[in-house]
C-alpha cells in the first residue's frame, strides 16, 4: 500500500512541479490526475448536451403534425408521446449534468488538494529572500485565488465545454443531414462569426491583456493588504481609502485599464452577437431560391421550419464557447503564474554538509546584487539581476561571543548583510563563513538552528503568549520559558495578560511585541542573534528594556550581530561596522573608529549634540 501511494505521489509531482507544457494542454494534463472521473463526467456531459435537443426536435414535429393534416385528423396520442418524449427528456438532461458536475467537482477538489499542498510544500524549501521580494498580496492570489481557478476550470469548464462541443456538433450534423446547403450557410455564418470575435486575440495581443490583468490584480491585493495593516494610522488621521495613494493608484489603474479594455472588446462581441443570434435569417435568401424553383414543396418548408425550430437551442451553446474560451485563457495564466513559483529553486543543498565547531563569523571578498525578479526567476540565480550591487568587497572578522553594531544610512546595505548571513540569497562571489564552514556547506535546517533572528516588522501568533514565545522552543521547559521572559524584560507583559491569554495584534505595543520576539528568540538559545532594527520607533520605555536584554545577550558568550541607526546600542558593542552606499568604510570598536573614521566621528558628534537639545 505504502510503495502504491509512493507511486501515485510520484506521478502527482511529475505532473504539477516538472511540466514543460502551457495553455490548454497544461491545464488538461492538471486534470488527468483523477481522469478516470473526469471520463464518466464527459460521458455524462455528451449526454446531458444530445438530450437538450430532444424538446426542440419533439416540438418540431409536433408542428409538422400540425401543418401536414388537418385538425380532425391529428394523432393525438403521437403529439402526446412526443410532449412526454420533450419533458422526459429535460428531466434526464439535467439528471446526466447532475451527474456530470457531481463527478468533475469531486476530481477538481482531489486535484485542488494535491495542487496546494505541492505548492505549500515548495514554498516551505524556498529561501526566506523569496518572501522579502514577493508581497503578501501575490503569494495569496497564487495559493488561494489562482489554485481555485483551476477549480472552476476542472469542476466546471471541462463538463460545459464538453455540452457545449458535443451540442454544437450534433446541432450542425443534424443541419447538414436536413438539407447541405442551408447547414453549410448556417456553419459558414458561425465560422464568419468566431473570426470577427477572435480577431482580438491575434498576434498574442490577448495574452499580454491578460497578463496585465492579473499583475494589477496581484497589485490591488498587496495594497490592499498594506491598507488594511495600516488602518489604524489612517483612521487617527480621519483619511479615506483613496488617501492612501499605492492602493488608490492601483485601483484607478484597473478601472481605466478594464474600461479601455471593453471599449476595445465592444465592436467584436457586438458583431459576434448579432451574427449568433441571427444567423438564422442567413438563410432566408437561399431558402427563397429554392421554393421558387418548387412552390409545391412543402417538404422544403418544413424544413426551414427545421432550422427556426432548432436554432433556438443553438444560440446558447455558440455563445458559451466564446465566453469560455476567454476564461480559459485567465485560467491559464493563473496556471502560469503557480508554475513560475515551481519554477523558483531551492538554495542548493551541499552534497557534504559540515557543522562547525565554533561561532566565528568571517565575510571574505563579499559582493551581492539583489535578484531583478525574485517571484520570476531562480532566487540563487545570477541571471536578471541589475547592475547596482547592493555589497561590494565586504571583509570583515567577528569572533564567537563578539558584538558587532551595523551602523550606516537608509539603504546602505546593513539589514542585506544579515540576510545573507542567513541566505536568505546567495552572494554573487567571496565568501560566509561560520567557525570556517562555508555556509553552503552548512545544510538550511543545521544552519536556522545556529541563527536567532528578530526583525523589525515584529510577527505574533494567535495563540496564548506562553505559546508564542515557545515558538523559539516547543519542548521548552516551564522554567527555560520563566528564564527568557526574564532576560527579555517581559515579566510586566506576563503580569499584565497573563501567559495562557490568547493575544493579537490589538492586545500588546509595538514595543511589547517586539519583547515578545526577542524572548521567543532568546528561549531557541541559538548561538547566533541577528538583530535588525529592532529599536526603531520605539517609545524610550520600550528601548531601554530591549537595550537591557542585548546587554544580557552580550554576557552570555552569543555571537550578536546588531543593525541599527541608534548609537546609544554601541556601548554594548565589542565591534562597529560603518557601511555606505554597500561598502564596509570603518570596522573597529568605538574608539578606534573615534580616532580612525571621520564620517563615524561625525556621526557621534551629532547624535551627542542632538541628546543635549532641549526646549527653553
Keep these: 500500500m505504502k510503495n502504491d501511494l509512493d507511486s501515485i505521489n510520484t506521478k502527482l509531482d511529475s505532473i504539477i512541479l516538472d511540466s514543460k507544457k502551457k495553455g490548454i494542454a497544461r491545464l488538461l494534463e492538471?486534470?488527468?490526475?483523477?481522469?478516470?472521473?473526469?471520463?464518466?463526467?464527459?460521458?455524462?456531459?455528451?449526454?446531458?448536451?444530445?438530450?437538450?435537443?430532444?424538446?426542440?426536435?419533439?416540438?418540431?414535429?409536433?408542428?409538422?403534425?400540425?401543418?401536414?393534416?388537418?385538425?380532425?385528423?391529428?394523432?393525438?396520442?403521437?403529439?402526446?408521446?412526443?410532449?412526454?418524449?420533450?419533458?422526459?427528456?429535460?428531466?434526464?438532461?439535467m439528471v446526466c449534468t447532475g451527474v456530470s458536475f457531481t463527478l468533475s467537482h469531486f476530481a477538481a477538489y482531489r486535484i485542488l488538494y494535491n495542487i496546494r499542498l505541492r505548492i505549500l510544500a515548495h514554498l516551505a524549501t524556498l529561501p526566506l529572500g523569496y518572501f522579502t521580494a514577493t508581497t503578501k498580496g501575490e503569494i495569496h492570489k497564487n495559493v488561494q485565488e489562482n489554485v481555485e481557478k483551476i477549480e472552476n476550470f476542472i469542476a466546471h469548464k471541462i463538463p460545459e465545454f464538453l455540452m457545449t462541443l458535443i451540442g454544437a456538433l450534433s446541432i450542425f450534423g443534424v443541419f447538414l443531414w436536413a438539407n447541405v446547403w442551408l447547414g453549410l450557410v448556417c456553419i459558414a455564418v458561425y465560422i464568419i462569426a468566431l473570426r470577427v470575435q477572435f480577431s482580438i486575440y491575434k498576434k498574442g495581443s490577448m495574452k499580454e491583456e491578460i497578463e496585465r490583468f492579473y499583475g494589477m490584480q496581484e497589485r490591488i491585493n498587496a495594497r490592499s493588504i498594506e491598507y488594511v495593516d495600516g488602518m489604524s494610522a489612517?483612521?487617527?488621521?480621519?483619511?479615506?481609502?483613496?488617501?492612501?495613494?499605492?492602493?488608490?493608484?492601483?485601483?484607478?489603474?484597473?478601472?481605466?485599464?478594464?474600461?479601455?479594455?471593453?471599449?476595445?472588446?465592444m465592436p467584436t462581441f457586438a458583431a459576434f452577437n448579432v451574427l449568433t443570434n441571427c444567423f438564422i435569417f442567413f438563410i432566408m435568401p437561399l431558402s427563397a431560391y429554392f421554393i421558387l424553383q418548387d412552390t409545391q414543396d412543402l417538404v422544403f418548408v418544413l424544413?426551414?421550419?427545421?432550422?427556426?425550430?432548432?436554432?433556438?437551442?443553438?444560440?446558447?451553446?455558440?455563445?458559451?464557447?466564446?465566453?469560455?474560451?476567454s476564461e480559459v485563457m485567465q485560467i491559464s495564466e493563473g496556471v502560469r503564474r503557480i508554475d513560475n513559483i515551481f519554477k523558483i529553486k531551492p538554495l542548493l543543498e551541499s552534497s557534504n554538509p559540515q557543522i562547525p565547531k565554533n561561532y566565528d563569523i568571517t565575510f571574505k571578498n563579499v559582493n551581492f546584487v539583489y535578484p531583478l525578479d525574485s517571484k520570476d526567476s531562480n532566487a540563487n540565480s545570477t541571471e536578471s539581476k541589475t547592475e547596482k550591487f547592493a555589497l561590494k568587497n565586504i571583509n570583515f572578522t567577528l569572533k564567537q561571543g563578539e558584538f558587532l553594531v551595523i551602523l550606516g544610512q537608509s539603504?546602505?546595505?546593513?539589514?542585506?548583510?544579515?540576510?545573507?548571513?542567513?541566505?536568505?540569497?546567495?552572494?554573487?562571489?567571496?565568501?560566509?563563513?561560520?567557525?570556517?564552514?562555508?555556509?553552503?556547506?552548512?545544510?538550511?535546517?543545521?544552519?536556522?538552528n545556529l541563527l536567532s533572528l528578530v526583525f523589525q516588522d515584529s510577527?505574533?501568533?494567535?495563540?496564548?503568549?506562553?505559546?508564542?514565545?515557545?515558538?523559539?522552543?516547543?519542548?521548552?521547559?516551564?522554567?527555560?520559558?520563566?528564564?527568557?521572559?526574564?532576560?527579555?524584560?517581559?515579566?510586566?507583559?506576563?503580569?499584565?495578560?497573563?501567559?495562557?491569554?490568547?493575544?493579537?495584534?490589538?492586545?500588546?505595543?509595538?514595543?511589547?511585541?517586539?519583547?515578545?520576539?526577542?524572548?521567543?528568540?532568546?528561549?531557541?538559545?541559538?548561538?547566533?542573534?541577528?538583530?535588525?532594527?529592532?529599536?526603531?520607533?520605539?517609545?524610550?520605555?520600550?528601548?531601554?528594556?530591549?537595550?537591557?536584554?542585548?546587554?544580557?545577550?552580550?554576557?552570555?558568550?552569543?555571537?550578536?550581530?546588531?543593525v541599527t541607526h541608534k548609537l546609544q546600542s554601541v556601548k554594548y558593542a565589542d565591534k562597529i561596522a560603518l557601511i555606505d552606499k554597500g561598502e564596509l568604510i570603518a570596522f573597529g570598536s568605538h574608539s578606534e573608529l573615534l580616532q580612525s573614521c571621520q564620517m563615524y566621528k561625525d556621526m557621534w558628534q551629532m547624535q551627542h549634540k542632538a541628546r543635549e537639545w532641549s526646549v527653553i
Aim: charged share 20%.
Design 459 to 562: 510577527f505574533l501568533f494567535l495563540d496564548t503568549l506562553s505559546e508564542n514565545i515557545k515558538a523559539g522552543c516547543k519542548n521548552a521547559s516551564e522554567k527555560e520559558v520563566l528564564k527568557a521572559i526574564k532576560d527579555s524584560n517581559c515579566a510586566k507583559i506576563v503580569q499584565k495578560i497573563g501567559l495562557d491569554s490568547i493575544i493579537n495584534k490589538d492586545s500588546l505595543s509595538g514595543g511589547e511585541t517586539q519583547r515578545v520576539n526577542i524572548a521567543r528568540a532568546m528561549l531557541k538559545n541559538a548561538p547566533i542573534f541577528l538583530l535588525d532594527e529592532i529599536t526603531a520607533n520605539l517609545d524610550t520605555h520600550n528601548e531601554n528594556a530591549i537595550n537591557k536584554s542585548i546587554s544580557t545577550l552580550s554576557k552570555q558568550d552569543k555571537t550578536i550581530i546588531m
Design 30 to 93: 492538471l486534470s488527468s490526475q483523477k481522469s478516470f472521473m473526469l471520463v464518466f463526467s464527459g460521458i455524462f456531459s455528451a449526454l446531458s448536451a444530445i438530450l437538450q435537443f430532444v424538446p426542440y426536435f419533439a416540438s418540431y414535429l409536433i408542428a409538422c403534425e400540425f401543418i401536414l393534416y388537418p385538425l380532425d385528423s391529428i394523432d393525438n396520442a403521437y403529439v402526446l408521446y412526443c410532449g412526454l418524449i420533450a419533458i422526459v427528456s429535460v428531466f434526464a438532461s
Design 234 to 265: 489612517i483612521k487617527l488621521f480621519n483619511k479615506s481609502a483613496f488617501s492612501f495613494s499605492n492602493l488608490a493608484n492601483s485601483i484607478n489603474a484597473y478601472k481605466n485599464y478594464t474600461l479601455s479594455f471593453t471599449y476595445k472588446c
Design 411 to 448: 539603504g546602505g546595505g546593513k539589514s542585506t548583510i544579515l540576510s545573507l548571513l542567513a541566505r536568505f540569497f546567495d552572494i554573487e562571489s567571496g565568501e560566509i563563513k561560520i567557525g570556517g564552514v562555508n555556509i553552503k556547506d552548512i545544510k538550511t535546517q543545521d544552519l536556522m
Design 303 to 325: 424544413t426551414i421550419l427545421f432550422f427556426v425550430m432548432m436554432s433556438n437551442g443553438l444560440i446558447a451553446p455558440l455563445l458559451k464557447i466564446l465566453t469560455l474560451s
